[in-house]
């Protein structure tokens, strides 16, 4: 069973850094390109991040671009986004997903989601 | 304003049917597959379509979907409770180089 268990938010000051990380499980992990996508509460979903399998690929929304970090450890099977310079408009759900797929950084579709983890930028 | 465009809501009585179009352009739908997400209240999302028309296992044959041009539209027929949710539909964006979603269409049974 394929499982993906998001985890790191929490309140934090606008200006700051904040981590995230995916734990994934149930399939092999270095076969598939994984992804970000967040939804602001009561808002719809919004696309964040994807990275390729062997992170040789890595692409960000214009939203976050120069502010945000993807990466992936194949070896842990876990899946992170660094935060930094946040701000309140990055309040949301974070979802990590799985590409249901492809290998490359380029989306195909998510097949399976997290239970997402809530990241508040507030003062 | 999201760059497929959804209607904010559509609703039928229990046992009839609902059609959810997703509105796009050459750059997006026109050029690539679409897929379906149902996110039912306070749950993440889940896939309900892929490649325009195909069902994940599990997914019943209640739902379909389907693409002409720069439109896709999602269909459910035998209307339930627990299909109450939000549908969005998603695909990359060429001129973007970006997933966009559409806006999300809210689904009421009656």
């Known amino acids: 069973e394929v499982q993906l268990v998001e985890s790191g938010g929490g309140l934090v000051q606008p200006g700051r850094s904040l981590r995230l990380s995916c734990a994934a499980s149930?399939?092999?992990?270095?076969?598939?390109?994984m992804h970000w996508v967040r939804q602001a509460p009561g808002k719809g979903l919004e696309w964040v991040s994807s990275?390729?399998?062997?992170?040789?690929?890595?692409r960000y929304a214009d939203s976050v671009k120069g502010r945000i970090t993807i990466s992936r450890d194949n070896a842990k099977n876990s899946l992170d986004l660094q935060m930094n310079s946040l701000r309140t408009e990055d309040t949301a759900f974070y979802y990590c997903?799985?590409?249901?797929?492809?290998?490359?950084?380029?989306?195909?579709?998510?097949?399976?989601w997290g239970q997402g983890t809530l990241v508040t930028v507030s003062s | 304003q999201s760059v497929l465009t959804q209607p904010p809501s559509v609703s039928a009585a229990p046992g009839q049917k609902v059609t959810i179009s997703c509105s796009g352009s050459s750059s997006n739908i026109g050029n690539d597959y679409v897929s379906w997400y149902q996110q039912l209240p306070g749950t993440a999302p889940k896939l309900l379509i892929y490649d325009n028309d195909k069902r994940p296992s599990g997914i019943p044959d209640r739902f379909s979907g389907s693409k002409s041009g720069t439109s896709a539209t999602l269909g459910i027929t035998g209307l339930q409770t627990g299909d109450e949710a939000d549908y969005y539909c998603?695909?990359?964006?060429?001129?973007?180089?970006?997933?966009?979603f559409g806006g999300g269409t809210k689904v009421t049974v009656l």
């Open positions: 998603g695909t990359w964006d060429r001129s973007l180089s970006a997933w966009v």
């Open positions: 990275i390729s399998w062997n992170s040789d690929t890595m």
């Open positions: 997903a799985k590409d249901g797929g492809g290998s490359g950084a380029y989306p195909y579709f998510f097949d399976y």
């Open positions: 149930g399939f092999i992990f270095d076969n598939y390109a």
